[in-house]
């Protein structure tokens, strides 16, 4: 190895941001194994590289003695004197036994070293970016789909999207541009794996974020989520500032930021609801866009009984009782429906 050599490694450095430290760290660990596989590993050696010139020492660790018994282990007091004059008894000398043709093995152990560092180190910069990130949105483009897997380019790296993750009756191509939510990041033998979701709760929050700026400066909370991903989604917001209307800071002027969120979604239904400290109010406020006239709660079982108009019954209960079902997930709360005149008549 040269001067040249160096000069790569700190190129590395700049463009990868892989300290060459880390990389002369491994190199030398893979020349005491080059040296043992080549030239016998009877001895305890240790490789030194100057980190200026790139030049290559081998040196066998040896114990100074009176009388040399294993001379692999072993040196008089006499020759560590001829290396150094302060060795005494009992001291370590290092005693350089760098072969001739070491040099021609360094150089192929280094590619092979610094490719595999590179690897590992671009992983683990990835996986350090990433897992920072998770529960967080990100923007990718479709670049392949396999058995029904949706490959996104994330730029440095590539993620996947699971059909478990994916919106049903979404279509994705290649090329599309998607806002996504990272679900997980996992060390894997083959590098980070980044699980990516259109279908959690989190996505629509983070989107919220994004187009609210009420939310993202906090003067507005989401207080819960439910979600039907690819039909319906329920958010329950309130303000902290009595003069900000968390439900208008949410649609916006002329609800252009909540249609900016419901294109992304392609469409998905968003009831944007209230949020209230009251719980009879809360779950009347969930069931929108119903009306409701009477909620009845129990505490103890945590379920409510609510009455609404008549004309109104199928509207709170919803196609396929998707409505209800929803603002029993986003109150945590059983909710049983009823509509005016079914009550009356068990009054």
């Known amino acids: 190895m040269n001067a040249e050599f160096i000069e790569a490694l700190l190129e590395i450095e700049k463009e990868k941001g892989i300290s060459k430290d880390v990389i002369f760290d491994a190199l030398e660990s893979a020349l005491i194994s080059s040296y043992k596989k080549n030239f016998g590993s009877s001895q305890n050696v240790e490789v030194e590289i ?60 280094a590619k092979q070293v610094v490719i595999q560092r590179i690897k590992d180190a671009e992983r683990e910069v990835i996986y350090d970016e990433f897992i920072n990130r998770e529960n967080e949105i990100i923007t990718g483009m479709i670049q392949r789909i396999s058995k029904n897997n949706v490959y996104i380019d994330l730029g440095k790296t590539e993620a996947v999207l699971p059909p478990t ?88 002027f002329k609800g252009s930021r909540v249609k900016a969120i419901v294109d992304e979604l392609n469409g998905e239904k968003i009831d944007i609801v209230i949020w209230s400290k009251n719980i009879a109010e809360f779950i009347a406020n969930s069931l929108s866009p119903s009306k409701v006239l009477k909620v009845e709660v129990n505490e103890k079982e945590k379920s409510a009984l609510v009455v609404v108009p008549d004309y109104q019954l199928s509207l709170a209960i919803g196609k396929e009782g998707q409505n209800a079902r929803l603002a029993a997930k986003l109150t945590n709360w059983k909710i049983d429906i009823k509509c005016e005149s079914q009550y009356e008549g068990e009054i």
């Open 165 to 252: 993750e994916q919106i049903e009756g979404e279509e994705y191509e290649q090329g599309d541009r998607l806002k996504l939510f990272i679900l997980e990041v996992k060390k894997t033998t083959k590098g980070p794996q980044i699980v990516l979701s259109r279908s959690h709760p989190g996505l629509v929050k983070r989107l919220f974020e994004l187009e609210v700026p009420e939310i993202n400066d906090g003067i507005v909370d989401i207080y819960a989520i439910s979600r039907e991903a690819g039909s319906r989604t329920k958010i329950a917001v309130h303000s902290k500032d009595p003069n900000v209307d968390p439900l208008g800071a949410c649609v916006g």
């Open 50 to 109: 100057d980190k200026v010139t790139g030049k290559v020492g081998v040196y066998a660790n040896k114990t100074v003695v009176e009388d040399v018994e294993n001379e692999y282990l072993e040196i008089s007091l006499d020759d560590a004197k001829h290396i150094d004059n302060k060795y005494q008894i009992d001291d370590i000398a290092k005693v350089e036994i760098t072969p001739k043709n070491f040099g021609r093995i360094a150089a192929q152990t």
